[in-house]
């Protein structure tokens, strides 16, 4: 089965700073979909990538996917507190809208 | 507002007994899936529907779990027997199928004493 791997586990950043998650996949990614998090909620949908080299960006947040390296970041600019949780990378394992989850990047931001 | 409610939000219940929680998705959404998520961890998929089919079950689907969905509406995932290993916040999510993102309810957090 399809596994991802994110990196950093958790971190911690300014308010204002610049900042970089990663997710990793072990097969061939037909989709990779970021999501946030707050304790105790449900996911947030954020961004779908579907194609390789394709980028998104909403408000502050940028996301790319990498399909040779079956790898997608997420980058936020100039992060600010509402910016924290964690955040979730979800791929589609064949392709047929099955999709599995990484353990997750919680973020913190210091005011 | 995901448009996906999920009820109770928070059931504690004793070891040994039965469970049952309940989703409902917007209309549009033919697919429904649940997933259970442990402290630290992402959601790990337990199963999923198009529309009244079950597709898919996960090995972590033990025999004391079982759901349904027998209008293609609303869906219900039962436990039997809760075990304290069944403590876990269980999230449903819904789509229209394809590539369309999942869209999460809040979830029902379970704990078993």
């Known amino acids: 089965s399809q596994e991802l791997e994110q990196s950093p586990q958790s971190l911690i950043v300014q308010e204002g700073k610049n900042l970089t998650i990663n997710c990793t996949s072990s097969k061939t990614l037909y989709g990779l979909y970021w999501y946030k998090q707050k304790y105790g909620e449900g996911l947030i949908f954020l961004m779908m990538l579907q194609k390789g080299g394709e980028e998104k960006s909403h408000e502050k947040i940028t996301a790319k996917l990498d399909e040779k390296k079956q790898q997608s970041s997420l980058h936020i600019t100039a992060s600010q507190p509402s910016h924290a949780g964690i955040y979730l990378c979800?791929?589609?394992?064949?392709?047929?809208?099955?999709?599995?989850f990484g353990a997750g990047t919680r973020l913190t931001v210091k005011p | 507002d995901t448009g996906v409610s999920q009820d109770p939000r928070h059931k504690i219940t004793k070891r040994g007994q039965n469970v049952t929680f309940r989703c409902d998705p917007i209309s549009e959404h033919n697919r429904l899936y649940w997933y259970r998520q442990t402290l630290g961890q992402g959601p790990e998929f337990l199963t999923y529907?198009?529309?009244?089919?079950?597709?898919?079950k996960s090995r972590l689907l033990s025999d004391r779990f079982s759901a349904e969905r027998p209008k293609g509406s609303f869906s219900t995932l039962e436990i039997q027997r809760t075990e304290q290993g069944d403590s876990a916040m269980y999230l449903c999510?819904?789509?229209?199928?394809?590539?369309?993102?999942?869209?999460f309810g809040n979830g029902t957090r379970l704990t078993v004493t």
């Open positions: 529907f198009q529309n009244e089919a079950q597709l898919e």
């Open positions: 979800g791929a589609d394992a064949q392709g047929n809208n099955d999709m599995r």
């Open positions: 999510a819904a789509s229209r199928g394809g590539s369309s993102p999942l869209h």
